[in-house]
């Protein structure tokens, strides 16, 4: 069975600096990987997802997240961060099993302060 | 529609009755998911429907939870004698097709709270 670990439930950082949301995942087989974001009283959106080919992925608001097999992980990064980008943010694995079955980690929430 | 819309927002609901969860899917989308928030247990798969057929619902909790889907569109999950320890946000996302690598569009959820 598939599992995901987000390690911090809650990572607080300054307006302007990096920040990196890490996630690790388990399986036996090859996975597809993403992070789904939710803000504030809104329903989960994807941010970026891996699936084969280069394993950095980026999403158009500036994250990105670099596949490592040999890790088992997919962190999430930014090198500058908004006070928008206050929410809480979802790492999930899925697999190959005739359909697309989401497992998720726990959740990152993150929080942006000037 | 433009997303996909769940219905209603909130429902409280004493301890020992029923619910109806709705879901209304992104048209023309032919998969969609049931997924449960709680706290302390973050996001939790229910079940999965494509089309009207329910391949996979290995993620119910118990006998009280049933859902189906009508017309390939909109799906209503039931919660039987509902007891505490459902309250939770339960989320509805839909798929064009259910292939993987596929994005899944996620509705604002139904947050249920048992007295």
């Known amino acids: 069975a598939q599992s995901v670990t987000q390690l911090d439930s809650q990572v607080p950082v300054f307006e302007e600096a990096p920040v990196e949301l890490r996630c690790n995942y388990s399986?036996?087989?090859?996975?597809?990987l993403f992070w789904y974001v939710q803000y504030p009283n809104q329903g989960l959106q994807l941010l970026l997802k891996?699936?084969?080919?280069?394993?950095l992925v980026k999403s158009i608001n500036g994250f990105e997240a670099e596949f490592n097999k040999s890790q088992t992980s997919f962190h999430l990064r930014k090198p500058s961060v908004h006070i928008s980008d206050t929410a809480e943010y979802f790492c999930?694995?899925?697999?190959?099993?005739?359909?697309?079955?989401?497992?998720f980690g726990t959740g990152t929430r993150l929080l942006v302060s000037p | 529609g433009a997303g996909v819309s769940q219905s209603p927002s909130n429902k409280v609901t004493e301890k020992g009755k029923d619910v109806e969860l709705r879901c209304d899917p992104i048209?023309?989308?032919?998969?969609l998911y049931w997924y449960r928030q709680s706290l302390g247990q973050g996001l939790e798969f229910l079940i999965y429907f494509q089309g009207n057929s329910a391949p996979d619902k290995s993620g119910l909790p118990s006998d009280r939870f049933s859902a189906e889907r009508t017309g390939g569109s909109v799906s209503t999950l039931t919660i039987q004698r509902t007891q505490q320890e459902d309250s939770a946000v339960y989320l509805c996302?839909?798929?064009?097709?259910?292939?993987?690598?596929?994005?899944?569009?996620f509705g604002p959820g139904t947050r249920l709270l048992v007295l």
């Open positions: 891996y699936l084969s080919g280069s394993t």
């Open positions: 996302a839909s798929s064009l097709a259910g292939g993987v690598g596929e994005t899944q569009y």
């Open positions: 999930a694995v899925s697999v190959d099993t005739g359909f697309q079955k989401l497992v």
């Open positions: 048209s023309g989308h032919t998969a």
């Open positions: 399986s036996s087989v090859s996975v597809y």
